[in-house]
């Protein structure tokens, strides 16, 4: 009974980490920078790889701030792609915000007023801070109610390094966070001073007979050396943006939980860029560049582009990456055309990486890392078809007839994705060529189409 439910917990699982490009989990370059051929989810691609691993280089070490590059490339050509990749070797220490073009027309505040959150979301404070904190092993949590059954209760704590022991007495906030972390003879604790915040570290390793019942993930931990208080530096990394909100006093912090920001004044903006400022000179606060992408950047307009260009230059400027697939076309908001739809002044200050069209064998290894990573089973001739079928038409569409092929496949009770299912799926669902060619055929039975002089609807 028990092997049933196995299969039905990893379908859940499986679910979740399926996205476009969940198969990305870095560039795939080795220690000199140089692609690997097929590494991390990425296959190919290798000089644009390359060139976006020295960028991502750069930023960690912090060489560049207020840089911009710009991925172009035709559709499907990975630059979306490699973008994640970036973000996915960054860390988790370098702010990245990713956002589409179009998005800023969709908020409710202006356009400036949206890209400058995303250039603020886009730069990490590291705010150094030291602590007094207690920290030792937990020889006896004592809790006692009054004699006479009301009032507060009181509490004794026996903590001990190996060198020293020392009982504490606990008022009611610490008897209450002593009880709520469960803090038992064993743990070995930490208390924050100034907050009197509990963190358990684990439990002391003299303990480690006592309890049969322990679960798996109990840690066991050394007893602390030395004094019971120390001085810590914690370091906290905060984005210029949430700083900005919580200080707003028309948003206050529950903002950045509703993700309801509106737009933050001026002002507000000023004081915390002196404040910050002030913070760096003491030593206090690291500023950390991190990184705006930028989809489709061919949708911005040309106010957004002057916007970014001016941005740019302020010496609390992220690296700017855009990325785009247009060729040369109109600049939006104005009647001029410009190489991918940017203007030449704000191109000329771009680092451009271009990604070029895959050939038959990276076609191949990407659509078997899809398949790979949707779990499919898929056997070699039919994932030959597969390729050829992204040859002729484009990667995404052989990427959607995975999912769609697999699903004919299960239906029919198989196991392995044949080039039956293949076939099947490419005529139940069309590409973009078969769709326009089919429109052309039937143009005259399809409303508001141009090539007719006379439609139906004039009439009426
Ligand atoms: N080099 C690669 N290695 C692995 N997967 C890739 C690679 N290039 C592209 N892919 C995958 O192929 C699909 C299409 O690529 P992607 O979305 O990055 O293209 P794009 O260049 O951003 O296209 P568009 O211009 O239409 O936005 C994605 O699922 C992506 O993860
Ligand atoms: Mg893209």
Request: aromatic share 4%.
């Amino acid at each position: 009974m028990a092997e049933t439910k196995v299969p039905e917990v990893r379908d859940i699982t499986r679910i979740e980490r399926i996205g476009a490009h969940s198969h990305i989990r870095g560039l795939g370059l080795d220690d000199a920078l140089e692609a690997r051929q097929v590494s991390q989810g990425m296959v190919g691609q290798k000089k644009a790889r390359r060139a976006a691993g020295i960028i991502t280089k750069m930023i960690q070490e912090g060489k560049i701030a207020g840089r911009a590059v710009l991925i172009a490339g035709q559709p499907g050509t990975g630059k979306t792609a490699l973008a994640m990749g970036m973000a996915q070797s960054l860390g988790a220490d370098t702010p990245f915000t990713a956002m589409g073009g179009s998005e800023i027309f969709s908020l409710e505040m202006g356009k400036t007023e949206a890209l400058t959150q995303a250039f603020r979301k886009s730069i990490g404070i590291r705010i150094k801070e030291e602590t007094e904190i207690i920290e030792g092993e937990v020889v006896e949590v004592q809790i006692d109610r009054p004699a006479t059954g009301t009032g507060a209760k009181v509490g004794k704590l026996t903590l001990k390094t190996t060198e020293m022991e020392t009982v504490y007495d606990l008022g009611t906030k610490m008897i209450e966070s002593v009880t709520k972390e469960k803090v038992q003879a064993g743990d070995v604790i930490t208390i924050d001073k100034a907050t009197g915040k509990i963190s358990k570290l684990g439990r002391s390793f003299t303990r480690a007979r006592d309890y049969d019942a322990m679960g798996p993930q109990t840690k066991f931990v050394q007893c602390p050396e030395g004094e019971l208080q120390k001085r810590k530096e914690v370091v906290h990394t905060v984005s210029l943006h949430e700083i900005d909100v919580i200080n707003s006093r028309t948003q206050g912090f529950l903002a950045l939980f509703s993700g309801d920001t509106g737009e933050i004044k001026g002002e507000v903006r000023d004081q915390i860029n002196t404040k910050v400022a002030e913070w760096r000179e003491e030593g206090k606060a690291d500023i950390v560049p991190g990184v705006l992408f930028i989809d489709e950047v061919h949708m911005l307009d040309i106010e957004c582009f002057s916007f970014l260009n001016r941005a740019l230059e302020s010496d609390m400027a992220p690296i700017l990456i855009m990325a785009t697939n247009r060729g040369i076309t109109k600049i939006r908001g104005t009647n001029y055309s410009s190489p991918h739809g940017l203007p030449i002044d704000l191109l000329d200050r771009l680092l451009i990486i271009s990604t070029s069209p895959y050939e038959e064998k990276a076609l191949e290894r990407i659509l078997k890392i899809r398949c790979e990573e949707e779990d499919v089973e898929m056997t070699d001739d039919a994932l030959a078809v597969l390729t050829k079928v992204a040859m002729e038409t484009s990667l995404r569409y052989a990427i959607h007839l995975i999912t769609s092929a697999n699903l004919t496949c299960r239906k029919r009770k198989g196991t392995e994705v044949d080039v039956e299912d293949i076939k099947k799926v490419y005529s139940l669902f069309f590409d973009q060529g078969r769709s326009a060619q089919f429109l052309k055929e039937y143009q005259q039975e399809f409303m508001f189409n141009e090539q007719t002089e006379s439609s139906t609807m004039d009439t009426s």
